[in-house]
C-alpha cells in the first residue's frame, strides 16, 4: 500500500506572487490537482473551479461535499454550489438540489444558458437536464440519519423496544456558546486565478448534517461562500454558514484587496468583523488577489487552532499542503 504524506512547507511566505494560481479550503489535494490540470490543458479559471469541486463531489470530500453525506432532519442529501466569473461578474447559484451528482456543473449551467443568478430545488434539474440522477441517500447518510433517529426518540433504544415517539424537538437551536462541530460544516471552496489575473472562484457542499429541511447555508451565496472579481481577487469561506452569511465575509475579504490589504490581511479583517459578535464561531476564509498574493484565517476556538488548505502555483506545479494559525 502507498502511504502519502503531507508536508507543512513554507519556502515562501502566503503573499508570494506567482500565476497562475489555485487555492481551495481544507486538504482536498485531488480537488487542486484536478483544478491545476485544467489550467495546464488550456481550460479557463471557470473549467479549473468547476472541475476542482467536481472532483470533490466524486469523492464526497470529509462526507460533507458531494451526494450520500449529511442527511437532513428527514434523512435527505441535499446539495448547494455556487460559481461566480470574475471577469464579468456573472454567478450562478443552486440551493436544494436533490438525486443529482455534479452540483456546481448544474450552477454554472445557470449561470451560462439562463438569465437567473440563484435556483433551488429540483425544477433546476428539470430545466437543464444534464445531470446523472443517482439516490443520493446512499448506505452511509441512511446510517447517519438513523443514529440521528435512534438518538431522538423515547423511550431510550437501547433499553426498550418501543413503540418509540420522537422528543420534543428534534432540531435543537445554536449554541451561543459555539458547541459546534467543524465536521458537520466543511465546504470546499475554491479560488482560480489565470496568469492574467483572471478570476473565478466556486463552491460545494452538502450542507449541515440534520438540518432543518431546505435550509441554505453560505455556500451558493455570492459574496458569502464565494466571491471572484478579476479587477481585485477571489475570497472562499467555510464554517458555519448560518452565521458567516449574515457578514458576507467573502465580499469583504475582496473589498479589503481591492483597497490595498494583502490576502492574510484582508482574510484576517473579514474574520474579525463576524468575532465582534460571535467570539466563538467556527469559520475560515481563503483569499487570493490577481498578482498572485493568497493567504488565509480561521477563529480560534476549542479543538480548532488551525486551518489547512491546498495551494499550486507555477513554483511547485504540484499541490501542497499549508496551514494557518487562527486567532
Not at 31 to 60: I, P, Y
Not at 290 to 309: D, I
Request: glycine share 10%.
Amino acid at each position: 500500500m502507498i502511504q502519502r504524506v503531507f508536508v507543512i512547507i513554507c519556502l515562501f511566505p502566503l503573499n508570494q506572487a506567482a500565476l497562475p494560481l489555485v487555492i481551495n479550503t481544507w486538504n482536498f489535494e485531488n480537488a487542486a490537482n484536478a483544478a491545476w490540470s485544467a489550467l495546464q490543458k488550456g481550460g479557463s479559471v471557470l473549467d479549473a473551479v468547476e472541475r476542482g469541486c467536481s472532483q470533490c463531489e466524486l469523492e464526497q470530500c470529509d462526507g460533507s461535499v458531494g451526494f450520500g453525506g449529511s442527511p437532513d432532519e428527514r434523512g435527505e442529501t441535499t446539495l448547494d454550489a455556487m460559481i461566480m466569473n470574475g471577469d464579468t461578474m456573472e454567478v450562478g447559484a443552486v440551493a436544494d438540489l436533490r438525486r443529482v451528482k455534479n452540483a456546481v456543473g448544474v450552477a454554472r449551467a445557470v449561470m451560462e444558458h439562463t438569465e437567473h443568478t440563484f435556483i433551488v430545488g429540483e425544477s433546476v434539474v428539470k430545466k437543464q437536464q444534464l445531470c446523472s440522477v443517482p439516490d443520493q441517500s446512499v448506505n452511509e447518510s441512511i446510517s447517519l440519519f438513523c443514529i440521528f433517529i435512534l438518538q431522538n426518540v423515547f423511550p431510550d433504544p437501547s433499553k426498550s423496544c418501543g413503540p418509540y415517539k420522537p422528543k420534543a424537538k428534534l432540531w435543537k437551536p445554536k449554541n451561543p456558546n459555539g458547541n459546534f462541530d467543524p465536521s458537520s460544516h466543511d465546504t470546499i471552496g475554491m479560488i482560480a486565478i489565470g496568469k492574467n489575473g483572471q478570476v473565478a472562484a466556486a463552491t460545494s457542499t452538502n450542507g449541515a448534517t440534520h438540518k432543518i429541511p431546505g435550509r441554505v447555508g453560505d455556500s451558493p451565496v455570492a459574496g458569502a461562500g464565494a466571491y471572484a472579481d478579476s479587477t481585485a481577487g477571489g475570497a472562499a469561506a467555510t464554517g458555519d454558514g448560518d452565521i458567516m452569511m449574515r457578514f458576507l465575509p467573502s465580499f469583504l475579504a475582496v473589498d479589503f484587496m481591492r483597497n490595498g490589504a494583502q490576502p492574510t490581511v484582508a482574510c484576517k479583517t473579514a474574520i474579525s468583523r463576524i468575532k465582534k459578535y460571535y467570539p466563538n464561531f467556527f469559520g475560515a476564509i481563503i483569499c487570493a488577489n490577481t498578482t498572485g498574493g493568497y493567504g488565509a484565517a480561521c477563529n480560534k476556538r476549542p479543538g480548532f487552532s488551525q486551518f489547512p488548505f491546498m495551494v499550486v502555483n507555477p513554483q511547485t506545479n504540484q499541490s501542497q499542503l499549508q496551514k494557518v494559525d487562527c486567532f
